[in-house]
């Protein structure tokens, strides 16, 4: 075999450019994070299996499983090892579960799960290479299209309770407040999805995953600073018109998606001020969905915006030294 020619450099002519490394060396593998994933959800899982009962058994059991047979077809259609047993793709099934409805018709679980693979993931290369967090896509899918599908108050209707957010949105603070405290908020004495009203345990889940140093703390404070010092300042504007920031903090899926959503490692920014700026600019945008869109909670869309701002984000780096 003849070596390849190697031309010198013209006087002048830069074909590399060096600078500071993007990415986080943890020493950990796809396996090690997913099983820390999961077990950071595990105190949502059974409260929300406690809440729901079989409703919650039955969307955790469909959206995990569907989410691997796919994946793994996908991989044998590609010519790829399959590579599933890394609990990854289980892992994405899970967190499309709880973004769902406990009473979900089948086949809208079926087919998000399945988009979350597909679309969500093997579409762009797999796992870790998605620019969008592969469950948020195939929820945003199922959202605009089969909305009744997805709606909780709808979907829940034989349940007493009420979505806080819903309230909120359609009847003013006063139905939110006179319906709900803090407390009931924080332990989950609501109506909502199957991920979003586990409060508790998901904060609980999320400070597991800093302290292990699976996740960095960056994302999830600046997130939630996001949105609460928004909604403070529509609070302090107009209080008959707007609740306080705890509130918002509390209700829908903001917990969920400060620590597990946001901090998808393939679609957030790396570094300390992008992930400081892609969580600020996702919680702003949570609270402008709430109060001019038409979705009661907004998290998804909101970080699925911020999702595209990565690239651009991640263009932020400290200037290398001698640089």
Same mark, same amino acid.
């Given at each position: 075999m003849t070596p390849p020619v190697i031309k010198p450099l013209a006087s002048g002519e830069r074909l590399l450019t060096v600078s500071t490394g993007p990415h986080w060396r943890v020493g950990d593998g796809i396996r090690r994070l997913s099983l820390y994933g999961l077990l950071a959800l595990l105190p949502a899982i059974v409260m929300a299996v406690s809440t729901y009962g079989m409703g919650a058994i039955r969307v955790f059991a469909l959206s995990g499983s569907v989410c691997v047979l796919v994946e793994a077809l996908c991989q044998k259609m590609m010519g790829r090892d399959i590579d599933v047993d890394n609990f990854n793709a289980f892992y994405m099934g899970v967190l499309f579960a709880f973004l769902l409805p406990a009473q979900t018709p089948w086949w809208t679980v079926v087919l998000g799960a399945a988009l979350t693979a597909s679309l969500g993931r093997m579409v762009f290369g797999g796992g870790g290479s998605s620019p969008?967090?592969?469950?948020?896509?195939?929820?945003?899918?199922?959202?605009?299209?089969?909305?009744?599908?997805?709606?909780?108050?709808?979907?829940?209707?034989?349940?007493?309770?009420?979505?806080?957010?819903?309230?909120?949105?359609?009847?003013?603070?006063?139905?939110?407040?006179?319906?709900?405290? =803090?407390?009931?908020?924080?332990? &989950?004495? +609501?109506?909502?999805?199957?991920? %979003?009203?586990?409060?508790?345990? #998901? *904060?609980?889940?999320?400070?597991?995953?800093?302290?292990?140093?699976?996740?960095?703390?960056?994302?999830?404070?600046?997130?939630?600073?996001?949105?609460?010092?928004?909604?403070?300042?529509?609070?302090?504007?107009?209080?008959?018109?707007?609740?306080?920031?705890?509130?918002?903090?509390?209700?829908?899926?903001?917990?969920?998606?400060?620590?597990?959503?946001?901090?998808?490692?393939?679609?957030?920014?790396?570094?300390?001020?992008?992930?400081?700026?892609?969580?600020?600019?996702?919680?702003?945008?949570?609270?402008?969905?709430?109060? =001019?869109?038409?979705?009661?909670? &907004?998290? +998804?869309?909101?970080?699925?915006? %911020?999702?595209?701002?990565?690239? #651009? *984000?991640?263009?932020?780096?400290?200037?290398?030294?001698?640089?």
């Open positions: 969008l967090c592969a469950p948020l896509v195939a929820w945003a899918v199922c959202r605009i299209s089969w909305p009744a599908s997805l709606d909780i108050d709808l979907t829940m209707a034989s349940n007493a309770l009420n979505e806080p957010l819903a309230q909120l949105k359609f009847f003013g603070p006063e139905a939110l407040m006179s319906q709900y405290s =803090y407390t009931d908020l924080f332990l &989950g004495h +609501t109506l909502g999805s199957i991920g %979003a009203s586990q409060v508790a345990a #998901l *904060l609980l889940g999320g400070i597991f995953l800093i302290g292990t140093r699976k996740i960095r703390w960056y994302i999830p404070v600046a997130f939630l600073v996001g949105v609460f010092a928004t909604a403070e300042l529509y609070h302090m504007l107009n209080p008959e018109l707007y609740v306080s920031g705890l509130y918002h903090v509390l209700g829908g899926s903001v917990i969920f998606g400060a620590f597990f959503l946001a901090t998808d490692t393939s679609s957030s920014p790396n570094g300390r001020t992008p992930q400081l700026l892609f969580g600020l600019i996702g919680g702003i945008l949570v609270m402008i969905i709430r109060v =001019y869109g038409m979705y009661p909670d &907004g998290v +998804t869309f909101a970080i699925l915006l %911020a999702n595209l701002l990565s690239p #651009l *984000l991640d263009r932020i780096r400290p200037r290398p030294f001698g640089g």
